[in-house]
């Protein structure tokens, strides 16, 4: 069989499955899987370097389905490579309870899955979080002679992945930093669900792109010499990342419904897949039929990938000869091996009244450990003077040079989100991205991604609260704590003073299931007295009692976080005064908290007692699970004001005296 013929036979068997199973699921999307099949073979047999059998070797390319609806595009692949988990059942079971073929692509699903996709514009935003820690990992380990981390990031991007705001914001960062490594393929196929991309989208993309410092080409996604040249001179361009342009059908091949919106969310009909059938020349009535010339075409990947991880293997082993040290940071890197040294290294604060913002330890911890946590790598959205998240004496990564710690993401609080997580799903490095806390509305999609996935990524939230004073209601994260707690695989931490703020990181640090979010304060607290009774390192547990009663049964329990601790401090003395002997609990994170043995709990907040006080600004939503029905939660149910941040305490009643009115009753 001449080659094009069995090229395009190949092609036609990720068609006809991806029809196929989105017909016996009676849902899906089966024209872009139809419509990009071309770029997607000549990519997944040309070029990408990947392992079936170990899909998680490190020096893998990525390969990101951002335009998540054509998931059986991905699913075909997978099986028809030799992935050992994607079987044709599971192709057959396509969006079933229980499947591994969901209906948008989801991490951990199934090898080969690079990242959860779906929601537009994410898959976009996360692959140049994955271009990034390959830039940084090959600047610190690559020597010239043994370039241990040498692979591409790959994506295929939609009309509907571009139109979103995300992918600007991940754009114009990926083209400033120069991520010559990530290679995207735009499937320019013109239709979108309401029809004709001309009723809503009609801006000069490649312009776009060139303008983003991108390097652009536009080609016929149906030709494979084009598609093939295209890639070869994608990847000659280092200083740039690359869009190719893919002019593509959407439903390639059905006669009736190619190039329309009818074939973008719905399945084709059984009468329009045999017709399609016959014009690739297949037998119309097979279902799941894949050819014994194509998949022997598709399974070269498996021979092709063990023989490229083993050269691979043979290099990292020269390397470690040559560098013996450089090859024992680079393994304890990508496995996430943290120095049984960081507790030792975190900084412990001095007892004093007038104390830091939490936002200050922050940086200081960050400071103090980021020799301990070599990798540790971050930033923030334009606002380090505030978030204090710099990483001193290593540079700015990309501007000064491709070792530098410090990124500065802009104003762009969505894109950075993607990037944290994309750089975590990478791995090889623990990233960080920071921003105001009212300012997770902006990045709110990529938090819940993270969630979904379980990824590592840390967020540092900083003016946390109406605390932040003359900035106003439109700076003021008020509903934000109550909503973000309300989100699963989450912890939300709020640290009381700045040495809970020093366990807090040890907590995000060492957390890999799931996004960590630390909620720090704008203005100066007390730095509070400790004990062995009351040692910080409790803030691992989620709450802990920070200084008892005398009574066996209290009179009653003061539950507060962040900002708020010091006041229930302040109120426990006032209540004594008034005969009432109350513990103080300190909670910055319900979730670590509620992971502890229900022995534990009780231990903490005794069910016997039923005055019980939480004080917290921000919403009191939630907060009945700790206080009961009996008790009283101080917070904030309204939208903040203007005006310097003690007043405001005062206004809303967050203060020493209301604690002690509530508890007395």
Not at 125 to 139: D, K, N, R
Not at 541 to 570: C, M, Q, R
């Amino acid at each position: 069989m001449p080659a094009s013929k069995l090229d395009q036979l190949c092609v036609n068997t990720i068609r006809t499955l991806s029809m196929d199973a989105v017909q016996k699921a009676n849902s899906g999307h089966p024209g872009m899987p139809m419509g990009m099949a071309d770029v997607a073979y000549v990519l997944w047999t040309k070029f990408l370097k990947h392992n079936p059998k170990n899909p998680d070797w490190f020096d893998r390319d990525r390969f990101i389905l951002s335009a998540g609806h054509g998931s059986m595009l991905l699913y075909s692949l997978l099986h028809l490579t030799g992935y050992d988990d994607m079987t044709l059942e599971e192709l057959k079971n396509f969006r079933q309870l229980g499947s591994k073929t969901a209906g948008h692509p989801e991490y951990g699903m199934a090898k080969g899955i690079e990242t959860t996709t779906g929601p537009l514009g994410q898959g976009f935003g996360t692959g140049v979080g994955v271009a990034m820690a390959e830039h940084f990992l090959a600047a610190n380990f690559n020597d010239g002679a043994q370039d241990i981390v040498d692979h591409y990031t790959y994506a295929i991007v939609s009309d509907g992945d571009l139109m979103e705001g995300i992918s600007h914001e991940s754009a114009s960062l990926a083209g400033h930093l120069g991520l010559g490594k990530l290679i995207y393929f735009y499937d320019s196929n013109r239709i979108s669900i309401e029809g004709s991309t001309d009723l809503a989208f009609s801006e000069d993309i490649p312009k776009r792109f060139e303008a983003y410092n991108w390097h652009v080409v536009e080609i016929d996604g149906h030709n494979h010499d084009e598609i093939v040249a295209a890639t070869k001179e994608a990847q000659s361009v280092t200083d740039k990342p690359s869009i190719i342009v893919c002019k593509t059908h959407i439903g390639f091949g059905s006669p009736n419904k190619q190039d329309t919106a009818g074939s973008h969310g719905s399945p084709l009909g059984e009468d329009e897949i045999e017709l399609t059938k016959k014009e690739y020349g297949w037998d119309p009535k097979k279902k799941f039929f894949i050819p014994d010339e194509a998949l022997e075409v598709f399974r070269e990947a498996v021979e092709k990938g063990a023989e490229a991880e083993a050269a691979w293997n043979e290099k990292v082993e020269a390397y470690k000869e040559e560098n013996p040290e450089k090859g024992q940071s680079f393994k304890a890197w990508i496995n996430r091996e943290i120095s049984s040294s960081l507790e030792q290294t975190l900084p412990v604060f001095e007892e004093d009244e007038k104390g830091m913002a939490t936002r200050a330890a922050s940086g200081k911890v960050i400071n103090a450990i980021k020799d301990v946590v070599p990798n540790l790598f971050g930033g923030s959205a334009d606002l380090s003077p505030s978030t204090k998240t710099d990483i001193d004496g290593y540079g700015s990564f990309g501007v000064e040079k491709d070792t530098g710690r410090t990124i500065h993401f802009g104003v762009r609080e969505h894109g950075m989100g993607a990037a944290v997580n994309g750089m975590a799903l990478h791995s090889g490095v623990i990233p960080f991205g920071a921003t105001f806390f009212v300012f997770t509305d902006y990045m709110r999609p990529t938090i819940r991604i993270a969630a979904l996935m379980k990824m590592p990524s840390i967020f540092v939230l900083t003016h946390d609260s109406i605390g932040l004073g003359e900035d106003g209601p439109t700076h003021q994260p008020i509903e934000h704590l109550s909503s973000l707690r309300s989100m699963p695989n989450i912890t939300v931490l709020r640290p009381g003073d700045a040495n809970e703020v020093s366990y807090a990181w040890k907590s995000a640090i060492e957390n890999t299931n799931g996004p960590t979010l630390l909620v720090l304060t704008r203005q100066g607290m007390p730095t509070l007295p400790r004990t062995d009774a009351n040692a910080a390192s409790l803030v691992q547990k989620g709450g802990y009692v920070y200084t008892d009663s005398e009574k066996e049964t209290p009179d009653a329990i003061l539950i507060g976080t962040g900002s708020e601790l010091h006041l229930a401090v302040n109120a426990k003395a006032q209540l004594k005064e008034k005969g009432v002997d109350a513990r103080v609990v300190s909670l910055p994170s319900w979730e670590l908290f509620e992971k502890q043995d229900a022995a534990y709990k009780e231990s903490v907040l005794p069910k016997a007692v039923t005055n019980r006080v939480s004080i917290e600004a921000g919403s009191t939503f939630g907060w009945e699970r700790y206080v009961g029905t009996e008790g009283t939660a101080i917070g904030v149910d309204s939208f903040g004001e203007s005006g310097p941040y003690e007043e405001l305490y005062e206004h809303f009643g967050i203060t020493t005296e209301a604690i002690v009115e509530a508890a007395s009753k």
